[in-house]
């Protein structure tokens, strides 16, 4: 996995970057022991992690030869095994501490783009409570498709993931998979119904622009398969709030 992460502080509008190769682990661990006992949410939102992972590494600009099949071999084992997982499959699980592993080493090379880069800058701006990383994740990921998806090498790439899955090869029948899948998951289909509503609509849309603007600098941002600025950021993330459609 990579060794960066960012802390931002919200009062200043500062981003305090953290990253160094003495923090990058030598040895990664892979026990699927360790998956058995964790709760239903946390496995789903930690399966919806490693799912963007590796539909972000795929279409990321830095996707190569050697992490695309990585990339695509993950979702095809999160697809297939993380509802199971999720209703406590032993062997599912199993299968799904693989995949997330195969996940990782796809978006530690090839990075990850505006999912991310959203996620990580809303996870604590609210005063509500937390939006979790993974949930995130699943939330913004149908968006965020449909908004890179207006880049014809990115709608390619969709498609060929869609089908590698044995769907349609198109972008929004990828779409339409993560939604089903979300919603075996129990996960929700936007911000504003988040764990009943707690993350208040009026706090939202005063951070908007700050947040927008700050998501838009993040370090994943620059590897997404199409560009934003800072307005439209704040349109997708309003359209992540509502459930809106992405139409730009």
């Known amino acids: 996995m990579t060794a960066f992460s960012v802390i931002t502080d919200y009062a200043k509008g500062v981003k305090y970057p953290l990253a160094d190769f003495n923090i990058t682990p030598d040895v990664a661990i892979v026990d699927p022991a360790l998956a058995q006992t964790m709760p239903k949410k946390l496995t789903a939102h930690t399966g919806m992690d490693a799912m963007t992972h590796a539909i972000e590494a795929y279409v990321s600009t830095m996707h190569c030869n050697y992490t695309d099949p990585l990339a695509l071999h993950a979702i095809k084992m999160i697809s297939a095994d993380l509802v199971d997982s999720y209703n406590g499959d032993e062997g599912a699980r199993a299968r799904m501490h693989d995949a997330q592993c195969l996940a990782g080493m796809a978006f530690s090379n090839a990075l990850l783009g505006i999912v991310h880069s959203m996620a990580h800058k809303t996870g604590a701006a609210y005063s509500g409570g937390h939006i979790v990383h993974g949930c995130a994740n699943a939330m913004y990921l149908p968006k965020v498709i449909a908004y890179n998806a207006k880049e014809p090498e990115a709608e390619k790439r969709y498609g060929e993931i869609a089908a590698f899955l044995g769907l349609e090869p198109t972008s929004k029948a990828l779409i339409a998979h993560i939604k089903a899948m979300n919603a075996k998951l ?6 504003k119904d988040y764990e009943g509503g707690i993350i208040d609509e009026k706090e939202f849309m005063d951070k908007l622009p700050q947040v927008a603007e700050l998501a838009v600098g993040d370090a994943c941002t620059g590897s997404n398969p199409r560009q934003i ?20």
């Open 186 to 191: 129990d996960i929700p289909t936007c911000i």
């Open 229 to 248: 600025d800072p307005a439209t950021m704040a349109k997708l993330l309003k359209c992540c709030f509502y459930d809106e459609e992405v139409d730009f």
